[in-house]
C-alpha cells in the first residue's frame, strides 16, 4: 500500500513539474507588423529565409545566430543623403518582448573560412542608401537567447524549465538611418519565405 502511494505521489510530482523542452503557448494573439515599411523615402523589407541553410552552408540557428534579409533602399530623392552609419544598431523585437542583439560582421567569429568569406559577401554593411531598384537582398546577424531553437516561422525560447513559442511574423525589426535631419530609427516586421537561386 505505501509502495503504491509513494508511486502515485512521484508521478504527480513529474506530472506536475515542466521540464525543459515542454513547448507553451506563444503571447496573446495581435495583428502582426507590416512586412513592408517605408520612413519618408526610406523603405525596407526584412525576411527570415526557413532554408537559409540553402544561402550559408551551414544552419546559423545551430551556432545561435537568426540570419535575417533586409532589402533596404529610396524610392524617391528628398535632396538628402541617406545612409545607415557604423552603429545603426538594429535589433530584433520578439513577439514577447525579447530583444535580439545585433552581430556586426567583424565580430561574428565563424571560425570557419568560407563561411567567412559567404557571410561577408551576403553581409549589410554600413554606407549611402541606393535607389530601390537597384538593391537587393543583404544579411543582418542576430544573436539568439541560450538554448533557443527555430521550428519553422516560431522562436522556442527558454522560459523557467519550459520553452515559450515565440511567432517570428509578429516580430519587429529596428534600426536607425542617417541623413541631414538626423537620425530616425526605421521598423519594419518579418515575413518568412525560402531562398531560391536568384542567379
Known sequence: MRANLLGILLLSASCAAPVRGTVIGAPAEFPGYPSQAKS???WCEATYFT??????????VRRGVLPIAVRLGLRADDG?????????DPHIYLQDGTSLDWVPLAKAGWKNR???????????RP???DDWERTSQRFLFFRLPPDARVDGDKV??????????????????AFDVS?????????????????????
Open 179 to 199: 541623413s541631414e535631419e538626423g537620425v530616425h530609427t526605421v521598423h519594419v516586421g518579418l515575413s518568412s519565405g525560402r531562398w531560391t537561386n536568384r542567379r
Open 51 to 60: 532554408n537559409h541553410k540553402s544561402v550559408f552552408g551551414t544552419d546559423l
Open 127 to 129: 554606407g549611402l542608401l
Open 156 to 173: 522556442l525560447v527558454p522560459h523557467g524549465d519550459h520553452y515559450r513559442s515565440v511567432d517570428l511574423l509578429q516580430s519587429l525589426l
Open 80 to 88: 538628402e543623403a541617406h545612409r545607415l552609419a557604423d552603429d545603426f
Open 40 to 42: 519618408g523615402v526610406v
Open 114 to 124: 568560407e563561411l567567412n568569406d559567404r557571410v561577408a559577401s551576403l553581409g549589410l
